[in-house]
């Protein structure tokens, strides 16, 4: 049977193949040549998050704004779970979200938006997806494990373990999501978002650090999420630029999976069963080819060595016996993680060999 995910990604597949984007933090100062960097080099635009600029926008900071309970005090944010007000709040926001999902209230959806407190690159990247009406845009949120085990409440107790901050921190990104798909489309309606749930604390599951949290409590948090996005007419990423349990964002049903393929790319060939099947039901694989986690490495890299490392990539899942032109067919091209520690040339570097080495891959396997 073809589910919708099925159907909406085959739509979509010979428009993303090894298509390249990038996950989102750049170290620049300029808005403008920050979106000019993007429009450059990328088909698929994103809004750079330049925490160099703003301290708001790290991407913990920036998905917090009207998230009931949220305080900061001497420098410290953390969430206050039993205070009056609160608990007001947290009636608010639940009516708020019964508007904005049963309802279609898009008044109520613009209070949980991103602002230019924020982010200063969300408006002119908006204005140039109006302008260029591109396939595909995409945004990005943090993800919910990792948001959830980053905040506190007063007392230092991780979010997570308290039901009613998980559900809230759940649904906040939701709507953070579902903004974003809608500023898009309001932008250019062909124009299909694509959204990244960013999780790089997926990689410590398992570790001493959460070992009391279960595989099967992530992967929920994430399929809501996911299947918000996609039940809005969006693509649904996730990516992670650690050593992760892959299957994890497989069965919570994403769209996309991108991984750090430079350094992790054997790791996920440790799933091959998992991934054989996740491609053959229409899921794609994000390679992060460009090594931004590694200024040494970004300083040597040129095109022949990225096409070097992407056929090492690729050949560990063949030689687990997946075939190359599933793998092709369903790939797009990525920085290893995003580019904000970097200098603003290396950064630079980074975006054009993306772009450089999408294009080659594609007049290679045309």
Sequence with gaps: MTTKK?????????????????????????????????????????????????????????????????????????????????????ECFFIDWEEVTLNKNLEKLEKYGISEKNSATVVPFLSLIKKTLPDFAKGQIVGPFTLATSLTDKEGKCAFYDETLREVIIKTLCLKALWQINEIKKASPETTPIIFIDEPSMSQLGTSAFITISKDEVVDMIKEVSDLIKQNGAISAIHCCGKCDWSIPIQADVDIINLDGYFFAQNLSTFSKEVKTFLQKGGKIAWGIIPTLDKDALEKADLTKMISKFEQAIGFLEQKGLNKDLLINNTLITPSCGAGSLTVELAQKAMNLTNELSKELKEKYK
Excluded at 20 to 32: F, Q, R, W, Y
């Design 6 to 90: 099925d159907f909406q990604l085959t739509a979509h597949s010979s428009r993303l193949t090894l298509n390249c984007l990038a996950i989102g933090s750049l170290p620049h100062k300029s808005v403008e040549d920050a979106i000019k960097l993007v429009s450059q080099n990328f088909q698929i635009p994103f809004w750079p998050q330049l925490s160099k600029l703003n301290k708001n926008e790290d991407m913990i900071f920036q998905f917090l704004e009207n998230m009931p309970g949220i305080c900061t005090n001497d420098e410290k944010t953390y969430l206050e779970n039993d205070s009056d007000e609160f608990f007001e709040q947290l």
